[in-house]
């Protein structure tokens, strides 16, 4: 046994039914329904209230002329009596029978009477006989109407006023309007009912469909890819649903760029408190190691000047000087490192003054005297009287000649030239230029070195001593001063390095 299941089709009535609460649903739709409605019903009700008029006036035409054949008729007949009122007496009744004349008054072209029978037009007036127009007088509750015919229109030498029964006009006007009525509810409903079904799809559907996009998304705001909408058509709506569907791609795009950024803001949040951990540490570190370090250069130093190599073994003596140099060196280090912790948590401060850097630079060559010697370099320092004068901070200044000036002898070999010239600039600037011959840098060497413990792996730089801490310095030194850094290298070919100081910058 094979038992099917056929699924129904909703019925005209439940589909009526489902399109009316969705509509109800949607205010604008029901508003747009019901103005729909009653525009109908207004353009109806004028077309009734015209159509009434007319089709009592018809009505009236229509009594009208079968009264006016029938009084031809008679005056016709009566015409052919020697007895003309008699006559008009006697045929009158017989041929009215079953007619809405109902009385009838014929006078001569002077006004008189001649003759009549039936019930006789007492709204008519002897003045309004003999005029050459057909008037009329319609009493007041509208069952009888009274007319004056002119000769013309009665065909004849006479002029005819005449009673109509007009009562059956009032009912026939009443039915009429009840079947009217009936037809503009029956095509109002129709027109109606059958605007809900377009509205439905052309308005309500895509509109529901946009709605439910859009509360959609304002509940899952972080997934706007969901929400897409599709929507055929060429109309506006479609318009406003691609305008969505562009909306919900930007939203897709803002929020995908504003995760990245904040996936961005935490690395750098991350990086930020380790640089931050790592100053800490290393300024900890070094105020701890100084203490230790310069007891052992201490006591170094004064094993250096209390004995010598009668008293102590010349290799003891050796040792301490080793002790000695390496305590200094490594004080050094820590220095610069304590330096760079210093300047990168904001805590150095510049004392400016007015300076000649011509003067620190033949400080800074002279406290090398002993390393250029050893090399045999040769320095070519500007004169002192053209170099200037500068505002900034004199110790800072001596400290980045220092380290620019330690690199080009470090990697300069022996027997070369070192130039450190001043130059200034039209604008106020002062660039403090060291140039030497050395084994020089690539450009992505160059961006090695400026990071803090960046080291260029070449044969030269490997054989000498460094941290990578010596140019990161001179940078940021000069950034305290409002100044900048500038290296020009060519591998194999030596260095140039320029250091800008503004003016006035080192007051700020």
């Known amino acids: 046994m094979t038992i099917s299941i056929v699924s129904q089709q909703p019925g005209l009535l439940d589909r009526l039914t489902l399109t009316l609460s969705n509509l109800r649903a949607c205010r604008l739709c029901w508003r747009i329904t019901i103005s729909i409605f009653a525009a109908i019903l207004a353009a109806e009700a004028a077309i009734l209230f015209f159509s009434i008029q007319r089709f009592e006036q018809d009505r009236l035409y229509e009594l009208e002329r079968e009264s006016l054949v029938l009084t031809r008729a008679i005056i016709r007949e009566a015409a052919h009596s020697d007895d003309f009122a008699a006559a008009v007496a006697a045929i009158g009744p017989r041929m009215r029978d079953n007619s ?3 009385g ?19 709204q008519v007036k002897d003045s309004d006989v003999g005029h050459a127009v057909t008037k009329y007088f319609r009493s007041d509750d509208g069952s009888v109407q009274d007319l004056i015919w002119p000769q013309r229109r009665t065909r004849s030498d006479y002029l005819v006023a005449a009673r109509i029964d007009t009562g059956e006009i009032g009912p026939q006007v009443t039915a009429f309007i009840w079947r009217i009525i009936g037809l503009v509810m029956l095509i109002s409903v129709v027109v109606t009912v059958v605007a809900m079904f377009v509205l ?27 929400h ?40 750098k949040e991350v990086a930020e408190q380790a640089n931050k951990n790592r100053s800490e540490f290393l300024s900890n570190m ?27 073994d010349p290799q003891a003596l050796e040792y301490v000087e080793e002790i000695y140099q390496g305590g200094h060196n490594l004080l050094g280090i820590i220095n610069d490192i304590l330096e760079l912790t210093r300047i990168e948590a904001g805590s150095v401060s510049i004392q400016t003054e007015e300076i000649c850097i011509g003067d620190i630079a033949q400080s800074c060559v002279n406290f090398f005297r002993t390393s250029i010697e050893d090399k045999q370099i040769e320095i070519n320092l500007q004169q002192r009287e053209t170099w ?33 010239s001043g130059l200034a600039e039209a604008n106020g600037c002062l660039s403090i230029i060291v140039e030497d011959n050395g084994i020089g840098m690539s450009d992505e060497e160059i961006l090695i070195a400026l990071e803090p413990f960046g080291q260029v792996d070449g044969s030269l730089s490997r054989s000498n001593d460094g941290t990578g801490l010596g140019l990161p310095l001179v940078k940021l030194l000069l950034e305290l001063h409002g100044g900048s850094l500038d290296i020009q290298s060519t591998k194999g070919a030596g260095t140039r390095v320029s250091m800008l100081l503004r003016p006035g910058a080192g007051n700020s």
Do not use: C, Y
């Not at 209390?306 to 008293?311: A, H, L, V």
């Open 286 to 312: 070094t105020h701890e190691l100084r203490t230790p370090l310069n007891s052992v250069i201490g006591f170094s130093e004064v094993i250096k000047t209390q004995f010598t190599s009668e008293t102590v």
């Open 228 to 267: 897409r909408l599709s929507m055929s058509g060429k109309d506006e709506l479609r318009d406003v649903t691609n305008s969505f569907d562009v909306l919900t791609a930007r939203l897709e795009s803002a929020l995908l760029e504003i995760e990245q950024q904040n996936s961005r803001l935490r690395i």
């Open 388 to 420: 200037g004068l500068v505002e900034a901070d004199p110790q800072l200044i001596r400290q980045i000649i220092l380290k620019v000036l330690s690199n080009a002898i470090k990697f300069s070999p022996s027997g070369s030239q070192v130039e450190i």
């Open 200 to 226: 439905e799809r052309l308005l309500l559907n895509p509109l529901l469909q946009l709605r439910n996009g859009l509360s959609a998304l304002s509940q899952d705001i972080e997934n706007p890819a969901r």
């Open 100 to 102: 809405v004349l109902l």
């Open 104 to 122: 009838i008054q014929v006078f001569d072209e002077a006004g008189r009477r001649l003759a009549g029978f039936g019930v006789l037009p007492d």
